[in-house]
């Protein structure tokens, strides 16, 4: 991969005005396939879950997956979309090694879903409208596996395998119209668009929108133009790219890319991209087709499709709160400053919270443990929140033990550490740790006596006013009893037994 120049990100936005488009493909959780009984499950044994269908087998005919039209439907409603009364799919004509049939069957010019919006809210809470151009049907390919090769790709391998799992599994593709006007924060916008439509994806339930499995890839478009009321530049298209860090990342380097190549008196080709994660480069791949060299044509051996408007209305009735709503709702509810609640939706904590505040603990609380301790426990484990091994009713009954004065902070941290080695539940931590805060005074006021004896300057002193030397004997209790005390109940008998 050669090193390509690049402007400063500053000076190309100085000199530039970005534009973006962006696609994103969902992998629907549909039980089986888009056009065939094949099972649409992740991880099986390669060429396993196909039929003839699949394959593209001569005479296999498709059949229409109701469920993924519905699913279909409920995306574009969430997305403000217009839903058609008639559309159809197509065949899209191109060879690749993991499309079988050497077309791929989706929709052009009649898609299921058009002409919507999603307001995007950014980290300081400033919101975008993202104009949706449409959201249609098709279906995934296959999936190629290059070996021997630099970093998994075709040049310098040896030889490549195809497994057919995938391909035919239902998709739905949402493309928008150019996103204007965003300026030095176009990298922010486009991870923060891809991170809502997750978000929808997975409150709508139709998808499992797992990026790390490729539930969820965008194709992130970029273009250069001389000022924002000048025609758009010539667009690259960076494809599958499939965390939020590597959008920003990609959308940041075509910009600087780009903005070099104009400088110089270039012309930006139209081609795709791929991105590399570990250097945060793109690289050239192929020549970018535009819509006529595809030859689409309508699908002959699909009818076209009409979902009746009672079905649409039963539809959108059953839509579930949309996230972007339900933060605010929660936000209120928990009475969250709003930077308190951005962070919890930054870090992935928000349906952990709620859980846990369901679960009994008080929503200041759990986010205490959820953005503190378990925050730093997962950045350090390099792992996401959601993935520690630690469950929210765990979390408030760890909580509860505190309220109840069992246990006090300290205390709860050795339970969690308990809890997240696999040692059992806060209570069974607990007891097997032996843990428990020393509530009884007897003993308490025999270390007291002793500490008291030992140094009897420290009555006088705090008998005149001087409180300070009490923190000593609050200390030798806490470390007698292995942080076990309760410290505000040691400082009370301190007091008893000096005014005694």
């Not at 593709?173 to 809502?196: C, F, H, K, L, N």
């Amino acid at each position: 991969m050669s090193t390509e120049d690049l402007l400063d990100y500053d000076e190309a936005l100085a000199r530039f005005d970005p534009v973006l488009g962006i696609e994103v493909h969902v992998e629907l959780g549909t039980a089986s396939k888009m056009f065939d009984g094949a099972p649409a499950h992740f991880g099986a044994e390669p060429n396993t879950a196909i039929t003839p269908v699949s394959l593209g087998l001569p005479g296999a005919l498709p059949a229409l997956n109701r469920t993924a039209v519905e699913y279909a439907i409920k995306i574009g409603l969430a997305l403000n979309c217009r839903i058609a009364e008639v559309c159809r799919f197509a065949r899209k004509n191109y060879f690749y090694p993991d499309v079988p049939k050497n077309f791929q069957t989706s929709q052009y010019d009649e898609p299921i879903a058009f002409d919507g919006y999603l307001d995007v809210e950014l980290g300081d809470g400033t919101v975008v409208r993202v104009e949706i151009e449409r959201a249609h049907m098709e279906e995934d390919a296959g999936k190629n596996t290059h070996v021997g090769g630099a970093a998994g790709r075709i040049h310098g391998a040896t030889h490549s395998l195809v497994d057919y799992n995938r391909a035919g599994i239902p998709l739905v593709e949402i493309v928008t119209r150019p996103i204007t006007g965003v300026g030095d924060r176009a990298p922010e916008v486009a991870s923060a668009y891809v991170r809502q439509l997750r978000d929808i994806f997975v409150a709508l339930g139709v998808s499992q929108a797992r990026m790390e499995r490729g539930n969820v890839r965008a194709d992130v478009n970029v273009s250069l133009r001389a000022a924002a009321d000048a025609p758009l530049g010539t667009r690259t298209e960076t494809k599958n790219v499939n965390s939020f860090r590597s959008i920003e990342r990609a959308v940041r380097y075509e910009i600087s890319r780009q903005g070099a190549v104009l400088s110089g008196g270039g012309s930006v080709v139209q081609e795709t991209r791929h991105f590399h994660e570990d250097t945060a480069v793109t690289s050239s791949g192929r020549v970018k087709s535009d819509a006529d060299d595809y030859r689409y044509f309508p699908e002959p051996d699909l009818v076209p499709v009409a979902p009746s408007r009672e079905w649409i209305d039963e539809i959108a009735a059953s839509l579930p709160e949309m996230p972007a709503v339900r933060r605010r709702r929660l936000r209120g509810e928990w009475g969250f400053a709003e930077e308190e609640m951005r962070d919890a939706i930054n870090a992935g904590a928000v349906d952990l919270i709620e859980e846990t505040v369901s679960a009994g603990a008080a929503p200041a609380a759990a986010r205490k443990w959820w953005m503190g301790e378990l925050a730093r426990k997962a950045k350090n484990d390099g792992v996401e929140l959601a993935d520690l091994d630690v469950t929210s009713a765990q979390i408030a009954q760890l909580q509860r033990l505190i309220d109840a004065g069992r246990i006090n902070d300290k205390l709860a941290r050795q339970v969690l550490e308990g809890v997240l080695a696999g040692e059992g539940d806060p209570e069974q931590v607990l007891t097997d740790r032996g843990l428990e805060v020393v509530s009884d005074d007897g003993p308490l006021l025999e270390i007291i006596d002793a500490t008291l004896a030992d140094q009897p300057d420290i009555a006088a002193k705090i008998r005149s006013g001087n409180m300070g030397p009490i923190g000593a004997v609050i200390g030798a209790v806490m470390k007698a009893t292995r942080g076990q005390a309760d410290a505000g109940r040691v400082r009370e008998l301190v007091m008893e037994r000096v005014q005694a």
